[in-house]
């Protein structure tokens, strides 16, 4: 396939593409590009976020290019400081490599097995020695360090900002070096660190990668980035019914960016859908079904996003309880106080299960329960119900 055929659906909805020419360049080549992508795992989902660029290294995959998903269980050790206002928590090796061997397998949702290589960047940057750091240092000044804004404002303001900082973003253009890349993705705050993974690889002789970057997702929250710290996120293994109950809860205003970069829609598609919903001959709530079946078939099959439509119209349109609940033993005495109750069931805090039992949120069989304690006998047998999606049925213990 030509550069020009694959070039709409490899700079479909990208943010800055540096250089674009070169990126032309690299695709008259003639042969499959390495196209890397790094992925520190310092979480232990992969959400829709983390999904935006993943897809667009499966585009490259569609295209007959090698993806060469780098899993940063030695950077996750240091610490990227991109858009941070203080040097950054570093997290131990027993932690990284806890959260590395949960999304090893949801980053196989979103990518095909062919075209795939994943490495670890501990395979050669653990083995580094003083030499080859001092190398890799030479690399660049610290006036280069400082045209980074997050840098600059920090050491303008006094705030510390430390040496192994300043490594983060030469060990990531290491990477590219060991892999040979031939383009980097990453997100759009992540531009500064993919430019320097450039001079890097000049440094060793070889020729620039170029940075491609993607758009940051807004969470279901429709307003901050898509974070699990935030916890306004959906995981790419979050089961149907949650994913597309999830997808129903983002405000109307979010939808433009989710059909693009959540549920990667053609962009033809997604210009009719939001004339439709200008003109007014599109509704907003049928629109975002049309979204949460998109983002559901994506990770589970139509069939699945289908059954998880059917189970939200049970809930919400139909008021119904799900069929298949976790059953919950009831604590022994006469009486049950029930922000205790919830705060084991659900592992919620103390003060959470009082403010949900403040706002109306915690139900009995459908109905709004409005007191802090009630008697034991009558809870056993019934449903309760915290939120829109948390169901336990209550009862006399459990064999």
């Known amino acids: 396939m030509s550069p020009e055929e694959q070039l709409p659906l490899l700079l479909r909805y990208t943010d800055q593409v540096v250089p674009r020419d070169d990126l032309i360049d690299k695709l008259a080549l003639g042969r499959p590009l390495r196209v890397k992508l790094g992925l520190d795992p310092t979480a232990p989902s992969v959400t829709l976020g ?15 290019h090698t993806a060469v998903l780098i899993v940063g269980d030695f950077t996750a050790q240091v610490g990227d400081p991109s858009e941070r206002a203080e040097t950054r928590k570093r997290l131990t090796a027993e932690e990284v490599n806890g959260y590395a061997a949960n999304v090893l397998e949801q980053f196989r949702k979103v990518l095909l097995p062919e075209n795939l290589e994943i490495r670890r960047n501990s395979e050669w940057l653990a083995t580094l020695d003083m030499p080859g750091l001092l190398e890799l240092t030479s690399a660049a000044t610290v006036a280069q360090m400082l045209e980074r804004s997050d840098f600059a404002k920090r050491y303008g303001e006094g705030t510390p900002v430390s040496v192994m900082e300043f490594l983060y973003p030469l060990l990531q253009g290491y990477d590219s070096v060991a892999v040979e890349a031939d383009i980097e993705l990453g997100g759009s705050d992540q531009l500064w660190n993919l430019m320097m993974g450039r001079v890097v690889q000049e440094r060793y002789g070889m020729e620039p990668q170029v940075a491609m ?10 307003h901050r980035r898509m974070g699990q710290s935030l916890g306004n996120y959906i995981g790419v293994d979050d089961e149907p019914d949650e994913m597309f109950g ?13 059909l693009r970069l959540a549920a990667d829609l053609d962009p033809a598609e997604v210009e009719s859908i939001e004339a439709g919903l200008a003109s007014g001959a599109l509704h907003p709530g049928e629109t975002k ?12 099959g139509e069939e699945s996003a289908a059954d998880a439509e059917a189970a939200f119209d049970q809930l919400f349109r139909e008021g119904g309880i799900p069929d298949d609940i976790d059953a919950f033993s009831l604590p022994e005495g006469d009486s049950v106080a029930v922000p205790g109750l919830i705060r084991d069931i659900f592992g919620l805090s103390g003060a959470e299960a009082r403010r949900l039992l403040t706002q109306g949120a915690v139900k009995v069989d459908g109905t709004v329960l409005e007191t802090q304690e009630v008697a034991r006998a009558d809870l056993n047998g019934r449903v309760l119900q915290v939120g829109k999606r948390r169901f336990v049925r209550l009862v006399d213990g459990l064999d």
Request: charged share 20%; no cysteine.
């Open 213 to 222: 970057t993607m758009p940051i997702l807004v969470g279901v929250d429709g």
């Open 50 to 64: 983390w999904a935006v660029v993943l897809r667009k290294l499966r585009h490259f995959q569609e295209m007959g």
């Open 246 to 258: 999830k997808t129903m809860s983002i405000p109307d205003d979010a939808m433009g960016q989710w």
């Open 289 to 300: 079904r049309r979204l949460a079946r998109s983002v559901t078939a994506l990770y589970w």
